[in-house]
């Protein structure tokens, strides 16, 4: 994976332009463009939807990108596009645009368009603000939780990419170190349970 | 002089980059060739660094000719300790039925404990002294890159060099550590080689604890210790080229910060 190319900030006429709420306007760079980085910079890569659901009119994506062993999980969404009469024009096309979206966000988590999410442009986008561990340290979730989460994975043999897809399911975190201390307690609790299953 | 920052910005080794790669070539590979950034620090490696700080500057003040008030070093070690917890970059992980208070405490008691055992030098010759070595095998030839690292503290003790390297860990170091960590051997070779006549090895270790114990030890270092370490990069060298990066999975896999952010090893 070639780290430089991937965070290279894009050029301004890759950049594009979309009204968004409050009358601001928007700055973002369209799939082709993340694509075409991941292509440059990375010797293989691979982008899964792991979970899609359409609801209160909108589609929402679990997806995870593997690049060059890399793996990133996060969700996308897309508002579900009506006619004039209300009705839904495509389910497809508005889970299309919510994989992208969730490509886009994954790849943001290898640095991919990171000025656009709360970098030198942070006044411009209205892109998600990046996760954050909890504030507190007391908080967080500890070492041991850490080795317990792993120990307890390796057992049941439940692999990282579908911890992570739990993980992200539960409370939509894409990092097992931004877990606090309450949640990875009732992971660790949950999947010791569940041994006999797996 | 070249900074420690000037020498790390040219293709280089470290001890560390050795040890890393001797434990787990694929957590080297993540680590220097992918530059995973790590998904978290384990609170250790913040008391550590907020301890070499605090122990660096009352060096560095004493070879000014002053001396520093102890509840300034504390107080240096508290700020340090309390921007690497809250910093922006990877968070800080504690650990079980631990608070940040119980950090600060263990960090003040740790400093007290170093501080009350660590000798006046004559003189101090560096803190944080940066070196680069040409390591070369037993034909003379210098292997593809150098050694690059900074020693803790340099000082004049009794008309002797001694080099210290102050360490913090979980138990107290075994003899077998003492007896082959790389790190005293590579110092003692960069030392011998900016023109300093038999440097003095001094590991100075502090259990991370409220009751800490502190090791000064002095442990030999001869030729094998440096014909090892030398053999060693050079194998670790060929390895790299060849392309080895297989993972060594064991209890360490658990806790592994650059692991858990590739995501590739757990």
Not at chain 1, 39 to 44: K, L, M
Not at chain 2, 1 to 15: D, F, G, I, N, Y
Not at chain 2, 117 to 134: C, H
Request: with cysteine; net charge neutral.
């Amino acid at each position: 994976m070639k780290r430089d190319l991937l965070t290279k900030p894009f050029r301004q006429d890759q950049l594009k332009q979309r009204k968004g709420n409050l009358g601001k306007t928007l700055i973002y760079v369209d799939i082709a463009a993340v694509i075409e980085r991941l292509n440059e910079a990375c010797d293989t890569w691979n982008f899964e939807v792991i979970k899609y659901e359409v609801q209160d009119g909108e589609a929402i994506v679990l997806g995870k990108l593997t690049a060059d062993g890399v793996v990133k999980m996060t969700f996308g969404g897309s508002n579900l596009t009506v006619d004039r009469e209300g009705s839904i024009v495509s389910i497809a096309d508005d889970l299309k645009a919510a994989a992208s979206d969730a490509l886009k966000k994954c790849a943001s988590l290898l640095g991919v368009a990171l000025e656009l999410y709360g970098g030198s442009r942070k006044d411009e986008t209205d892109e998600v603000p990046r996760e954050r561990a909890p504030l507190t340290p007391a908080e967080r979730i500890t070492t041991r939780q850490l080795a317990a989460l792993g120990a307890t994975c390796k057992r049941q043999g439940i692999p990282h990419g579908e911890l992570l897809s739990m993980i992200a399911a539960r409370t939509g975190k894409g990092e097992l170190a931004h877990l606090t201390r309450h949640e990875a307690s009732s992971l660790i609790t949950e999947l010791s349970g569940n041994g006999q299953g797996h | 002089m070249k900074t420690l920052e000037q020498l790390r910005a040219e293709p280089h080794l470290s001890v560390h980059s050795i040890r890393t790669w001797v434990d787990c070539p694929r957590k080297w590979k993540l680590k220097y060739v992918d530059r995973i950034k790590p998904a978290f620090r384990p609170v250790a490696l913040s008391l550590g660094t907020s301890l070499h700080r605090a122990v660096g500057h009352v060096l560095l003040e004493q070879a000014a000719g002053r001396t520093v008030k102890r509840e300034h070093a504390i107080e240096l070690m508290r700020a340090t300790l309390h921007a690497e917890i809250h910093s922006d970059g990877a968070p800080v992980l504690l650990e079980d039925d631990e608070t940040e208070t119980d950090v600060h405490e263990k960090a003040k008691a740790m400093l007290n404990s170093v501080l009350d055992v660590l000798p006046r030098p004559d003189r101090v010759i560096g803190v944080e002294l940066p070196f680069r070595l040409e390591l070369r095998d037993e034909s003379g030839r210098a292997l593809a890159l150098p050694l690059v690292g900074a020693i803790d503290a340099v000082t004049v003790e009794a008309r002797r060099t001694v080099y210290t390297e102050l360490k913090s860990s979980k138990r107290r170091w075994s003899e077998d550590q003492l007896a082959f960590d790389m790190q005293l051997t590579a110092y003692g070779m960069a030392l011998r080689a900016a023109g300093f006549t038999e440097p003095v090895p001094r590991l100075l270790a502090v259990t991370k604890a409220k009751v800490p114990a502190v090791q000064m030890e002095s442990p030999h270092r001869g030729q094998q210790d440096e014909r090892d370490l030398v053999a060693t990069a050079a194998s670790m060298l060929r390895g790299i080229k060849a392309g080895v990066d297989h993972p060594v999975k064991n209890w360490a896999c658990r806790t592994c910060a650059v692991g858990a952010a590739a995501g590739a090893c757990q």
